[in-house]
Structure formats: structure tokens, C-alpha cells
């Protein structure tokens, strides 16, 4: 198999990384190649035997998206993109990266031709949805996003569902929940407070909320979410339909769930490390955000997340700070 | 007041244009200047004692939609557009005219900055909804079309509605139902024989029915897709909140209560002259077309269609058969 990641020096791209390059396959295949691509120099996975090709590119520039896929992978996940925060600031930047950068990969393949059809998996966002919702919201609801992002993904869903009913490509879209808890250091997302109030504090450093205990939210862990990038290059053509773009499952808590789990795990001294300090903008797009995402077709799927947000809190732990923390 | 108005030249465009000048206004505001525009000269507005510019220009051509807003419209009706048909055989004409074309005007309208908001009404198409769906397609139904011109659509919707939220204009998208009765040639859209299956027949002439009787579809009159512009020119925004796109009503029948009102009004000899001839490709591009569209929204807004499609019927050979037609 040979395998292109876009974005691939971000979190996910990284994680996804080196899970592909510890398994040495996808789906029961062995995977020859890589090619790694974000904007920033990706760095080559440890442990992989094949051939790595790292490629630092915006493939909104002419020619990039092609020159991205000159060697024909046969599965593309493409996750490059800016993030909510950044969208919403930077309203051209967003457009740029988000909807012509995918739309200039979609066109390369098209452009191909030659019987090229590569599965195409498309890391869409639960902000394709906006407020007001229904209790849980369905399969079936309608995308009305209220930030620039969400616009760009609704977007981007689109266009990958039509170039897949045209053959150009064979595309599956997933919506992914929150992503938490990331590691690392807070990037420009709106919702990365929804990692920071448990990494800070198990990092012995302390964190801001932003809004209220009250937030209601659907979260999976970095590890869920590669799981679901493996499950969707994996899936039946005929078991999608021509409905391509799935809402991912999550666990569905409040931030008072999250921190009561922290304090269950790591105790009381590293939960009092959690500062209520209100801002405005973020609280403004978190209220504008899906709080329960039903995804029943995704769970049919086979598409699988955590059952807890302990769960999720274990695997930080696990995963990003070798089992311990700091008391 | 000041209106540009954009695909000038095709069908709504002429009746919409003719009914402002006969008014000399729109809702309850004088007109003082009309720019027609299309790829095709327009025509010039009679009866109207306003200043007109008409402009043959295509909007995704660089410069040229600064060019239609240079006198700063404060009214836009976008209905230019490459109609379904044409926009599933040639998929670059579709997406350049549909949605190049459509970003350009908001980019064009953004970039003009200084306070300069103008409405935007925007012609989406029951297109953007695609099979299967439930009985009736309620508000909140997701969009997944089943044509690159369906996609085209949702997309300008969505482009529509995130800059009507960031404040760079003051959106409306209107869903049209198959606007039927159309007078004179029959054009590349799909959905054609809809109208032919009326307007052939009350000319003398065979026309062809390429689908099932039993198919059910939503249809408005022309009459009603003016009415429904105007109506989307003088909303308030407050009424209608951030969720811009709006599913019209119509008369909702099956083909045969069509001919059924055809016969009825015309004579048995009249509905004589229709042909059944399945054609494959239409009859598919239908098979995924919405069937009943419930559209609370916009009736709650005041948005009007015919209550029977013996008034379409009617409509046509009122207003574009002078009262008669070929026994």
C-alpha cells in the first residue's frame, strides 16, 4: 500500500503516523510507502521499514496537490487544515486552506484520471452543525455551521460527496467530536480548553475554563479518533452508500463529568488546579456547537469510541505521559 | 433603491425584471436604477423610467463581479447560474459558473468594505436534497444532492449564510421548486419535461414525458418564484434569524394529477399530444429529486405558492399564452 497523510506534523497526523508505522499495514495490507505533507516539515516515522517520503507544502499552491500524489496513493488521509480558532480569525486563511486546499487535492486526483481512484478520507468536524438543536442530534439533521470552519468543512463534505458519486474519487467523509485530551502544547481551536483543563493539571500546571460546568459535550480520545481514520480506509464502498460523510460517535458529558473524572483519577489536589475564568468569544462559539451527536449510522459502521470520559483521561495518561502524573 | 440583478437574461430573470419595472418599486421603495446582467446582452427593462445598465459578463471571470456592484446595488437577486442538466455533463462549466461565480460576488461585495451590505438573495434549488427521504422533507433535512449542480448550490448556500453571519452581506437563499409552467424553449435542466409536458401540448405540439406518471414533485408557477424573490428582498433580518436558506412551498402532485389538470382545463385533445418516452438518464436524475417539500419556515415568513396546479396551469396560458391556446 502506499499512503499519503496531509497534515501530517499535526497531532493526529503524528499519531496516525506512527500507528501506521508500528502495524507496518492497514487493513491487513502491508504498507511499501509513506508520504508525509503538512506546511511545516513533517518528521519521518520511527520504526517503519518502507519508503518515507516527508514533503512540506500548502496544497493550495498550483501544482502541490499534484505533485502530492505523483506516486498514486491508494489511500489518502487528508487532515491538513486550519483550525476554528484561526478560521474564525483569519477569515481568508481559513477559505484558503480549508476549502481550496481541498478542493485543489480533489481536482489533482480528477486530473489524473487514467482509472486513478484513490479512497479519499476526509477529517470533517461536528461544527458542520449549529445551534439550536434537537436533544441528540440525528444522522439526518442539517448542517447550519456558525463559524468560517464549520462553513469550510460543510463545504468540503460537499464536494467530496460529488466527486465520489462522479468516480473521481472514493471519498468518506468522518465528523469527528472534540478530540481530547490532546498533548502537547494549546492550539488556536476554541475547543482546546476541552484539553487543557486535564492536561495542564496533570501536567502540576493550571488550567483555564472558559466556560461554564454546565457545557455539555460529546469528546473521544486521540486514539478513538485513529481508530476511526483506520475503520474509514477500511470501509466497504457498498456499506456507505452515496451518503459519504458520517458524524463520528463520542462520549456525551459535561465539563463537571470531565473534571469529576479527573478528580476520581488524579485526585482532588490536581483537580483544584482548574481556574473558572469567562471568555466571551470562546464561550460565544462553544454555545453555537452540538452538544449530543446520535451517530447511529457510524456506530452501525463500526466505528467505535471510548464508553467514558475516564476512559479518556487513562489514555493521556497512558498514551502522553507515560503513566504517571504530577501529584 | 438600486438593484442588480444577475442571470438577467434567462426566464425568471426577464419576468422578474418586468415586474419591477411595471411597479416601479419593491416593497414600497422606488427604483431608481437597474443593472440586467447576464453571459448574454439583456434586454432592456419597458415601461421603466429608472436608469438601466445592462452588462454581458460571466461573474467568474476576474474583476467582473467588482464591475456589477460598482454602483452598489442595495438589492441582489443571483439567479445566474448553469441549470442541472448542463451542470452534470460538463462538470468545470458547472462548478466554475455555480460556484467560482457565486464566491466572486461575495468576495467582489466583501472587498467593497465600508459598511456596504447589501441583500443578497440568492436562488438555491429543492436540487440540494437527495434521496431517500422521509414523506414530507421537513427544515431541518441535511442536504445531500445527488447532482454537481445540487452540490453547487449547497455550497453557494453555505458560502451565503457564513458571510451573511461574519457581516459582509445581508443573505437570503431561496430553495425554488421546479418553476413550472416555463414559456418558450425548452432549456437543458432535467427537470424540463415538467414544464413541456403543459406547455408543448397547449402550443399543438407532442410532448415528451420521459418518467413514470406516478412520479411526485413540487412545482410553483413563475408568478410564484417572483413572488418568492420579492418576498426574500423585504424580509427582515431579525425574522429570519442565522439560518438563511429556506425551502419554498408548492403544489406537491404526481404527474399524472398534472395532465389530469391539463385535461381539465384544456380538453382531452390537448393532453392527447403528450408521448411516453422513458428516457434512463432523466428518469434517474429524478428518481433522486426531493418529492414533498413541507417548508413551515417560509410559509410562516409569508412566502406563497399556488394551492392547486390547475392555477399553474391557468398562470401559464394567462400570462404567457394571451388567454388561449391550440385545440
Known amino acids: 500500500m502506499n499512503i499519503l497523510i496531509t497534515g501530517a506534523a499535526g497531532m493526529i497526523g503524528r499519531k496516525l503516523t506512527e500507528r501506521l508505522a508500528s502495524e507496518g499495514g492497514l487493513n491487513g495490507r502491508p504498507i511499501d510507502r509513506l ?61 484558503r486552506v480549508n476549502l481550496d486546499g481541498t478542493r485543489a487535492l480533489l481536482e489533482a ?12 478520507v476526509y477529517t ?44 473521481f474519487c472514493d471519498g468518506v467523509g468522518i465528523r469527528l467530536p472534540s478530540i481530547v485530551v490532546r498533548p502537547g502544547k494549546p492550539n488556536k481551536a476554541a475547543s482546546g480548553f476541552f484539553s ?8 502540576g500546571v493550571e488550567a483555564q475554563l472558559p466556560v461554564s460546568e454546565a457545557v455539555v459535550h460529546t469528546h473521544a480520545s486521540p486514539r478513538a479518533a485513529i481508530g476511526f481514520l483506520m475503520r474509514a480506509a ?49 464561550a460565544r462559539i462553544v454555545d453555537g456547537w452540538p452538544q449530543r451527536i446520535e451517530a447511529r449510522r457510524a456506530r452501525e459502521l463500526g466505528f467505535k469510541a471510548e464508553n467514558s470520559f475516564d476512559e479518556i483521561v487513562r489514555i493521556h495518561i497512558d498514551e502522553d505521559r507515560g503513566g504517571t502524573f504530577v501529584d
Open 234 to 282: 477500511g470501509l466497504a464502498r457498498d456499506a456507505l452508500g452515496p451518503r459519504i460523510n458520517l458524524s463520528m460517535p463520542g462520549v456525551c458529558c459535561t465539563v463537571a463529568d470531565q473534571i469529576a473524572s479527573l478528580r476520581r483519577i488524579a485526585g482532588e489536589r490536581v483537580a483544584a488546579r482548574i481556574r473558572h475564568e469567562h471568555d466571551p468569544l470562546v
Open 109 to 120: 486526483i480528477r486530473a489524473t484520471g487514467d482509472g486513478y481512484r484513490p479512497r479519499l
Open 35 to 95: 508520504t508525509l505533507l503538512d506546511v511545516v516539515m513533517p518528521t519521518t516515522a520511527t520504526r517503519f521499514t518502507g519508503k518515507t517520503d516527508l514533503v512540506a507544502a500548502d496544497l493550495s499552491t498550483p501544482g502541490e496537490a499534484a505533485r502530492a500524489i505523483a506516486h498514486r496513493p491508494d489511500t489518502i488521509f487528508h487532515l491538513a487544515g486550519v483550525v476554528s480558532g484561526e478560521a474564525e480569525l483569519d477569515f481568508d486563511k481559513g477559505y
Open 196 to 203: 487543557g483543563i486535564i492536561r495542564e493539571p496533570l501536567a
Open 124 to 167: 470533517s468536524s461536528i461544527a458542520v452543525f449549529g445551534a439550536p438543536f434537537p436533544e441528540s442530534i440525528p444522522d439526518d439533521f442539517h448542517l447550519t455551521p456558525l463559524t468560517s470552519y464549520g462553513a469550510q468543512k460543510a463545504i468540503g463534505e460537499a464536494l467530496l460527496a460529488d466527486y465520489t458519486r462522479r468516480g
